[in-house]
C-alpha cells in the first residue's frame, strides 16, 4: 500500500473544537459518529481512528502470544478451534 502524505490544517474554534477536513477523515476512514485519538509525543499529535489503533494496541501486546501457546501456524490455530468446538458440543 502506497504511504499517502498531504497537508491540511483547520481552525480551533472558542470551545477547543476542531472540524476534521474531509479529505482527512476519508484517509483515516473516519465516518460520522466515529470516534478518533489523539497521539501526543512531545510536540507532535496524531489523530488516528480509535477503533483501528485500539486493534494495533492490541496486536502489539499479544504479538508472540500464539507461539508460547505452541501455535506454529494457521493451521494449528485452525486445528484447535476446530477441537474446541467439538468438545463444547459434547458437554
Not at 501486546?61 to 468438545?87: N, P, V, Y
Amino acid at each position: 500500500m502506497e504511504k499517502m502524505f498531504f497537508i491540511n490544517d483547520a481552525r480551533v474554534m472558542s470551545k477547543g473544537q476542531v472540524t476534521i477536513p474531509k479529505k482527512v477523515r476519508a484517509a483515516l476512514g473516519i465516518d460520522v459518529g466515529d470516534r478518533v485519538t489523539f497521539v501526543v509525543d512531545g510536540t507532535q499529535v496524531r489523530v488516528v481512528n480509535s477503533a483501528v489503533y485500539a486493534l494495533e494496541k492490541f496486536q502489539d501486546q499479544m504479538r508472540g502470544e500464539a507461539e508460547k501457546a505452541g501455535f506454529l501456524s494457521e493451521d494449528d490455530i485452525a486445528e484447535w478451534i476446530t477441537q474446541s468446538r467439538r468438545d463444547e458440543a459434547l458437554q
